[in-house]
Each structure stands twice: as C-alpha cells, then as structure tokens.
Nanobody, 124 residues
Framework: QVQLTESGGGLVQAGGSLRLSCAAS????????MGWFRQAPGKERQFVAA????????YDSDSVKGRFTVFRDNGKNTVYLRMNTLKPEDTAVYYC?????????????????WGQGTQVTVSS
C-alpha cells in the first residue's frame, strides 16, 4: 500500500508559479511511476505529467508544455510538480498518483494509488 499526500496548492495570480508536492509513505517511490492529474469543476480528470519509474518524464504537451516540470526526490520519497506561467485555465484540483506499471503514465487506468488532491486557483 502507498499513501499519497499532496500539498502546495493555493491561490495565485495569472503568470505566477506554484510548486506542488506529493509525499509518499508505505513504499518507496523508486518502484513507481508517479503522475499528476487535475480535475476542474464539471470536467473529467486530465493527465498533466508523470515521472516514469523507468526514467524520464511524460507531459500533456498541449496544456502544459514548457510551463510545468515534474521531478522526484527519491531520498525524500516525494514527487513535485513545478508550475510556471500559470493561467486561469490551470485552475483545478491536482491529484498525485502512483503506478507500478512501465507505461508512459498518461492514462488514468495505469494508476493504483491516488492522493486526496490539492486545490490550485489561478486568478486573472
């Protein structure tokens, strides 16, 4: 079992930055692909980025290309999502997830464990 706890969300003006954290407990994240998803009101959960267990990262290029960066600190058992140049359309609840698979990490169904989410609100 893996427990995931997100933090770092909040209210920020358009053009600002935030760094989300996802602290894992119960198992080491070195054996998991760690992903970030988001869900805006009335919309489906959307893939944002993933740090793959095999190395490298996957991004939803259309929405976050060049603005968001996913990275992990295995020593702290934590994965991060650095978000720059935020836009009002980035407003959503952001979820962290862990997958034991070896895929790209972009599909909701790949993930075994989910956090409770953290709210990000970007004002215009």
């Amino acid at each position: 079992q893996v427990q995931l706890t997100e933090s770092g969300g909040g209210l920020v003006q358009a053009g600002g930055s935030l760094r989300l954290s996802c602290a894992a407990s119960g198992r080491t994240i070195t054996t998991y692909t760690m992903g970030w998803f988001r869900q805006a009101p009335g919309k489906e959960r959307q893939f944002v980025a993933a740090s793959r267990r095999s190395g490298g990262s996957t991004y939803d290029s259309d929405s976050v290309k060049g603005r968001f960066t996913v990275f992990r600190d295995n020593g702290k058992n934590t994965v991060y999502l650095r978000m720059n140049t935020l836009k009002p359309e980035d407003t959503a609840v952001y979820y962290c997830a862990a997958s034991s698979g070896y895929g790209l990490g972009s599909m909701h169904r790949e993930y075994d464990y989910w956090g409770q989410g953290t709210q990000v609100t970007v004002s215009s």
